[in-house]
């Protein structure tokens, strides 16, 4: 079992940054893949950057490669998103997630077995 509480969003101009955080607590936290997803009102979850296990490998969709970088420390139990550059089309609810079990990387949301409840993230034109 994972639980897992975001932070950090807010609003930001058009050009700034952000640092979303993911405090993950359960035994399971340091052996699974993470990643993070964006829902805009009106659309569905989308997959932003995923990161493995271990921390080797990371995955970005196109949209955010270059602005965005997922990290994580697995003896703090915390995986970050730092965004930069932002756009208003950034803007989106922003969830943290755990890879299930079995799986290195997933990057649909049936990949997912445990998500937090969401930090808004709001850029201003």
């Known amino acids: 079992q994972v639980h897992l509480v975001e932070s950090g969003g807010g609003l930001v101009q058009a050009g700034g940054s952000l640092r979303l955080t993911c405090a993950a607590s359960?035994?399971?936290?340091?052996?699974?893949?993470m990643g993070w997803f964006r829902q805009a009102p009106g659309k569905e979850r989308e997959f932003v950057a995923g990161i493995t296990s271990s921390g080797a490998n990371t995955y970005y969709t196109d949209s955010v490669k270059g602005r965005f970088t997922i990290s994580r420390d697995n003896a703090e139990n915390s995986v970050h998103l730092q965004m930069g550059s932002l756009k208003p089309e950034d803007t989106a609810t922003y969830y943290c997630a755990a890879v299930r079990e079995g799986l290195v990387m997933a990057v649909t949301t049936p990949g997912y077995d445990h998500w937090g409840q969401g930090t808004l993230v709001t850029v201003s034109s």
């Open positions: 359960g035994r399971t936290f340091s052996s699974r893949g």
